[in-house]
């Protein structure tokens, strides 16, 4: 059963009443989104050995982004961006331990508010209350196969799963979405499908990893790169092991890991063939997107939490045939901050009050180059804080207590070549440290990690 609203969220479901008139062209929204989907690890962006066909024909139908961001490359701080289009840490979440506000504009009670029938389907993970009744949430212990919990999140123990597909909460979470679009076909709703996989443990059935056995190589990572890792990674790097993985056991693990990307691009196919099937296409927005990358041993590296583009860089396309072109590649940098005003204007919802994000609809429609746009993230990991921007074919990283870095995506974008010190970029440098520095909460963190120390 769906989870019921919450009294704070029924509040702003009434203050939000009077955008129901405002939305009266009765354009659904199907919001789609994995977790943990690198870049490269998508068709549609160019590697051409990942098949994904599901989400390269919703790329083809409408506008794809090659530079938008996770505001924190880890789960809830993602998640809290979007669900309420501000950075993370100003609305109290800095990691996957925070909880999220609650006197903030949620998008869940805004478009409830709007008269749609809002529900989410799978994975929440996002540090509070949303405003979305939650249907196979990712605490339906459940849904879960038991033999689930013998796998680790190493990339060493990558494999093949020995539970069928019809088992993996995924599927689960895709049937309640067949059945939540047939059921409300005459409705005006929102319909959020969030996917667990690509996510680690690193375990996918035989028919997905067959296709990529013996297919990939491991990244070239050398000394230097190691080296010149900032120092959260290499303190992830200890952790986890991860200089302990030979080349076998890091490419069976990137096997798997395109495999449940295949996997889930499958259960994607499925709901975009439902739409189809009950003539919904036209007249609802889709989008689908992931709450960060997988560096997959980039740079010696696995999970999130980096700013590398295979971590902190997100897959974005957006489809709707009555205002999205067909087949557009936006490159401008945008943010999944940038998801709840952009819904709002298609669907004209009036925007709520205090939104950190800009609407993509001007990038989408050519009335705006994205010159003047930039991305920011940051991170709280393992103690330390970290900032990130990315502005034109710039990102610079500013990591507190440690090195900075300065990338040329355009002409480097390995990322293997820090151009931080070199004196033809100083006055770049000490701009683009100045914007991604503006607003940071590094004091209240702090603040936060010492009251938590003295009630340890």
């Not at 009266?24 to 994904?52: C, Q």
């Not at 249907?135 to 539970?163: C, F, L, N």
Request: contains cysteine; glycine residues 8%.
């Amino acid at each position: 059963m769906p989870n019921s609203i919450s009294r704070r969220d029924f509040v702003q479901t009434l203050a939000a009443a009077p955008a129901l008139a405002a939305s009266a062209e009765g354009y659904n929204i199907l919001f789609l989104m994995s977790d943990e989907h690198s870049p490269h690890a998508a068709g549609w962006l160019g590697n051409k050995i990942v098949r994904t066909p599901a989400i390269d024909s919703l790329a083809r139908a409408g506008a794809a982004f090659s530079a938008s961001y996770c505001q924190n490359p880890v789960c809830v701080p993602s998640r809290a961006s979007f669900l309420t289009s501000r950075m993370a840490s100003n609305v109290g979440v800095f990691g996957n331990d925070g909880g999220l506000v609650n006197d903030v504009p949620k998008m869940g009670s805004v478009f409830r508010g709007a008269g749609y029938q809002v529900s989410w389907m799978g994975k929440t993970h996002w540090g509070g209350e949303s405003g979305f009744d939650v249907r196979h949430g990712s605490d339906d212990a459940a849904d879960r196969p038991d033999r689930r919990k013998q796998w680790t999140r190493q990339p060493e123990d990558a494999g093949v799963a020995d539970w069928p597909v019809s088992q993996e909460p995924d599927t689960i979470a895709k049937n309640h979405a067949l059945r939540f679009l047939e059921e409300n076909r005459g409705k005006r709703f929102f319909a959020g499908v969030s996917f667990r996989k690509p996510h680690f443990p690193f375990a996918v059935q035989e028919e997905f990893y067959k296709l990529y056995n013996g297919r990939l190589d491991a990244p070239r990572v050398t000394p230097r790169m190691i080296e010149e890792l900032p120092l959260v990674s290499k303190k992830e790097r200890e952790t986890y092991g991860f200089a302990k993985l030979n080349q076998a056991q890091i490419v069976k693990a990137r096997e798997v890991y395109f495999g449940m990307v295949t996997y889930m691009d499958s259960l994607v196919g499925e709901i975009l063939k439902k739409l189809d099937d009950l003539g919904l296409r036209e007249k609802t927005i889709i989008l689908y997107t992931s709450d960060h990358g997988e560096m997959a041993g980039e740079h010696g590296l696995w999970y999130k939490n980096s700013f590398y583009e295979a971590s902190a860089r997100i897959p974005m396309v957006w489809s709707f045939p009555r205002e999205i072109p067909r087949g557009k590649q936006i490159h401008a940098p945008v943010m999944n901050m940038d998801i709840f005003p952009t819904l709002c204007e298609l669907t004209g919802v009036p925007l709520p009050g205090g939104l950190e994000g800009r609407s993509l609809l001007p990038l989408i429609k050519g009335a705006e180059d994205g010159g003047k746009r930039y991305a920011l993230a940051e991170s709280f990991r393992g103690g330390y804080a970290s900032r990130m921007i990315r502005s034109g074919q710039w990102k610079y990283c500013y990591y507190h207590e440690d090195s900075e870095q300065l990338f040329d995506l355009r002409n480097n974008p390995e990322e293997n070549v820090n151009l931080v010190k070199r004196p033809e970029h100083r006055d770049l440098v000490a701009a683009l440290n100045k914007r991604a520095l503006e607003g940071w909460r590094l004091q209240q963190y702090r603040e936060r990690k010492k009251a938590r120390k003295k009630g340890a």
